[in-house]
């Protein structure tokens, strides 16, 4: 047998491209690449993009070219551009950069190796189509490799929302579920390979509603049925729109004991004017009391969200709405960015505010929520939590592993534990993580 070629991935961007990530090295596996750490001794070098917010294709960009040396060196070399960027500037890209040999939007992944081939006999490969069959399908896992214990699964991909300064409905494309029957089956076999925890992944996840044997599954029901697979443990999903919480989900976080007590949920702005503006269809008011209804269901809920800063036309005022919801709601943690201009989207075409504003704001909005996250980890300690160990620690004896709140739990166990949820007594909380000891 020849020699296996070696596969370099850089990934950037969502859990989505995480997930899309290994799909694609599974693929080339089967025209003989394994993966590799460095792009130094690849064969091939795959950059999964991320075009949600500004300069990642200036990014793509200035990445391609730190690669210049290793093709020269290497002739053979093959480069292509995966992810949001390529389906954006596909085109764009090939011209702009020469060197790259293939360019692959997130819906043509399973025709990588036939473009890898296309490429191996000196042509250009571009593919950005919306195809018609189902590209997971096609993308089933080959070899029965042994899986690390947490795991992504994507069951929807694509956004109809349209929220007024995103490029999500554009590069991804309409809201498309996959059926829930292969849903289960690839998370048996992912629970067949050792994992025990399956984070769903969709960029409107909570829309989800695939076809089954006997109608259309929302996702607390697909919840439910992961739930009756004995050795999956913990189920979590990502990300939701507020106004797909539907009421069978929010009763699922009560009654369904896999589902984690943690929940991404995106307000994006606290402003009703700025939410009317960015085209999303709810007010403050009411995720105020849709999270009120959600913890109600699982009192213990660690709530994360996502925030805008800096939207065309926001006032100071709207600002403060934003930081008056954020104290009100409170955030075990949350990602917060400053608005970034997305070209084709409608709010690019609105007049944009003073940047330095705009960092000011998102200066004391991270602030807040620093705050916030250090005291639902402060809040941990004393309790008794379960903890999925995940990997060994830097120090002796050391296992790392994630409470069901999703915290980073450091702790003394034994190395055998991968996989296991152990019961651990929380007794320290540093600003990334927490410290815990085994209970007996
Ligand atoms: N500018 C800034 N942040 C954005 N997001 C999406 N589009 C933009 C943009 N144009 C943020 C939103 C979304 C998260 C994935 O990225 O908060 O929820
Ligand atoms: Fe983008 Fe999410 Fe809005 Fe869809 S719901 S348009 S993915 S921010």
């Not at 989505?16 to 596996?29: F, W």
């Not at 490029?167 to 498309?176: F, L, M, N, S």
């Not at 409170?330 to 917060?336: E, I």
């Amino acid at each position: 047998m020849s020699e296996a070629k070696k596969l370099f991935i850089k990934t950037y961007g969502c859990q989505m491209n995480v997930y899309d990530s290994e799909r694609m090295a599974e693929a080339l596996g089967g025209s003989g690449y394994v993966t590799t750490d460095t792009a130094d001794d690849a064969d091939m070098i795959l950059l999964n993009t991320c075009h949600i917010r500004e300069k990642a294709a200036e990014k793509v960009y200035s990445e391609l070219g730190r690669f210049k040396g290793l093709k020269a060196a290497k002739p053979d070399l093959k480069i292509g551009v995966a992810g949001c960027v390529a389906q954006a500037e596909g085109e764009e890209i090939m011209r702009r950069q020469p060197m790259v040999d293939l360019v692959v939007g997130p819906q043509s992944y399973h025709r990588l190796p036939d473009m890898e081939a296309k490429a191996g006999a000196g042509q250009k490969a571009l593919d950005t189509d919306f195809p018609e069959e189902d590209k997971f399908e096609h993308l089933k896992a080959r070899p029965k490799a042994k899986r690390a214990p947490a795991a992504f699964l994507t069951v929807q991909e694509g956004c109809d929302k349209f929220c007024a300064f995103c490029v999500v409905p554009y590069t991804r494309g309409a809201e498309v579920s996959r059926p829930a029957d292969r849903v289960l089956t690839e998370a048996r076999d992912l629970v067949d390979r050792g994992v025990r925890e399956i984070t769903l992944l969709g960029q409107n996840v909570n829309a989800y509603h695939g076809a089954s044997s006997d109608g259309d599954w929302g996702l607390a029901r697909l919840i439910r049925e992961l739930a009756k697979i004995d050795d999956l443990k913990r189920i979590r999903f990502t990300t939701s729109h507020p106004n797909d919480m539907e009421e069978d989900l929010i009763a699922a976080h009560g009654d369904c004991e896999k589902l984690m007590p943690y929940l991404h949920l995106p307000v994006q702005s606290g402003s009703d004017r700025i939410l009317k503006a960015m085209n999303r269809k709810h007010t403050a008011e009411s995720y105020i009391r849709l999270v009120e209804r959600i913890r109600a269901a699982r009192p213990d809920l660690l709530l994360s969200g996502d925030f805008i800063v800096g939207f065309p036309g926001e006032t100071d005022q709207d600002f403060e709405d934003t930081m008056s919801l954020v104290r009100e709601v409170g955030y075990g943690q949350a990602y917060s960015f400053k608005y970034s201009t997305r070209p084709g989207t409608p709010a690019a075409e609105k007049p944009q505010i003073d940047p330095d504003v705009a960092s000011e704001r998102l200066h004391r909005l991270q602030e807040l929520l620093t705050q916030q996250q250090h005291a639902a980890q402060d809040a941990m300690v004393g309790r008794e939590v379960g903890v999925m160990i995940e990997r060994k620690g830097r120090l002796d004896g050391q296992m790392v592993g994630k409470s069901d709140h999703l915290h980073a739990v450091h702790l003394q166990a034994p190395a055998d534990n991968v996989g296991q949820i152990l019961r651990v007594k929380i007794t320290e909380s540093a600003p990334n993580s927490l410290a815990g000891t085994l209970v007996a």
